[in-house]
């Protein structure tokens, strides 16, 4: 029996679908959120700016004294408190950040007035009614909604919270994953490893991986090769969110990870995707426990972490963002892909232009070419060629997620 498998696009969708978001939330202090998603909404305390104040050093006028001259009856500093109190042909002296007195509608910074002497200033003959003024409230008014629920936190958004007095806010929990490996021919880095044996640098790059996405993992160990060994090791893994696995899923004698997971209870969302390189892909889910069973080679198991598990890490965590950004850029090298599948292809995307990886000759066990590369282009199954100065559409290593889903396929 020839097994069927799925198609990307709908692999992709049903992983999605059965990723339900955590409802686990703790409060932080602003200073340690950075990179969590924010729980519930967070609501504007105070006007921002919640005074009227200059945005340059200058003077403060009312607009239809242009072109006159104008005796400076106070200057205003920053953290000064002055209530109006101009004649006609008056004006302030002022300094940036400096609340604005309500008898002024304008700031003309120092620059772009005639002249100033003897606390005289001429003002130009052109001025516009606002400028420079930062009005109360511009920003941000009280009681708006600041940042949204399922918002991932970045050092401007902190830098808004603190300007609002707000010092702890309410987060959803950070994820617990468990990076399992399997096969009894790898060692670990620190260990001797004869011609016959391989080091596992599988875990360390996929928890490099979630650590640079801005998710905490934990290296649970290698399962042996061996069914009731794995069935044991898998029951202990249920206390975790998410469990990422790499290796022993394929259609082998000795792959007992995916029989182990089933007989633990797993319900299967998928297993098998039309793509190259990642084809024995499988996910499901083992009651509370998402379940990702990536493929043991080290370059698949990247490729499939980029294009499948950060998403879906992404919607468990609460955030809104699941979807790849996309870019555009002008292909450098002709390249050939094989019909009848999704292909990945590595490649470079530097300046808007997009190179692919060893003329896309290379074999899904290599390590250093995910080194050579930043990106990859994801082809269209019908697609066997992709052409010189063509543009194809990159999904680059670091890139951003969005809330709304864009075509992918070139």
Aim: charged fraction near 25%.
């Amino acid at each position: 029996m020839i097994k069927q498998y799925l198609d990307f696009d709908i692999a992709l969708s049903k992983a999605l679908k059965y990723a339900n978001s955590t409802y686990f939330t703790e409060i932080v202090n602003i200073e340690d959120s950075l990179e969590r998603v924010i729980s519930s909404d967070i609501v504007c305390v105070k006007n921002l700016p919640s005074f009227n104040n200059s945005a340059m050093d200058g003077f403060a006028i009312k607009a239809n004294d242009a072109a006159k001259t104008l005796k400076v009856k106070k200057v205003i500093f920053a953290g000064d408190n002055v209530e109006a109190c101009l004649s006609k042909n008056e004006c302030y002296k002022i300094m940036t950040g400096a609340k604005v007195p309500s008898d002024v509608d304008t700031i003309i910074p120092i620059e772009d007035v005639i002249s100033f002497e003897n606390d005289e200033v001429t003002i130009n003959e052109k001025v516009k009614k606002g400028s420079c003024l930062r009005v109360k409230g511009e920003e941000k008014a009280a009681d708006e909604i600041l940042f949204k629920k399922g918002e991932e936190i970045t050092s401007s958004k902190i830098a808004v919270l603190a300007s609002q007095g707000i010092t702890k806010i309410k987060v959803y929990k950070k994820l617990s994953i468990a990076v399992v490996s399997t096969g009894n021919e790898l060692k670990e880095p620190w260990e001797f490893a004869n011609e016959d044996e391989i080091y596992n640098c599988n875990s360390y790059a996929l928890i490099s991986l979630l650590n640079e996405k801005g998710f905490d993992a934990t290296y649970t160990g290698v399962v042996p090769d061996s069914l009731e060994d794995s069935i044991t090791f898998v029951k202990n893994l249920a206390s975790y969110d998410v469990v990422i696995t790499t290796g022993g899923i394929s259609m082998g004698d000795a792959d007992f990870v995916g029989r182990a997971f089933l007989e633990n209870g797993l319900e299967t969302i998928f297993h098998g995707v039309n793509i190259k390189p990642g084809r024995p892909i499988m996910m499901g889910k083992m009651k509370n426990t998402f379940v990702m069973c990536l493929p043991g080679n080290p370059l698949t198991a990247m490729v499939n972490m980029h294009l499948f598990a950060i998403p879906v890490l992404n919607k468990i965590q609460g955030c809104k963002d699941i979807y790849h950004d996309i870019t555009l850029a002008v292909n450098k090298q002709k390249f050939n892909t094989k019909q009848g599948r999704v292909n990945v292809v590595l490649g470079s995307c530097d300046k808007g232009e997009f190179k692919v990886t060893r003329n896309n000759k290379y074999g899904s066990g290599m390590i250093t070419v995910l080194d050579e590369s930043n990106c990859i282009v994801v082809t269209n199954p019908e697609r066997f060629e992709t052409k010189e100065d063509e543009m194809v559409r990159v999904i680059k290593f670091n890139c951003s997620y969005l809330n709304e889903q864009t075509n992918i396929f070139n």
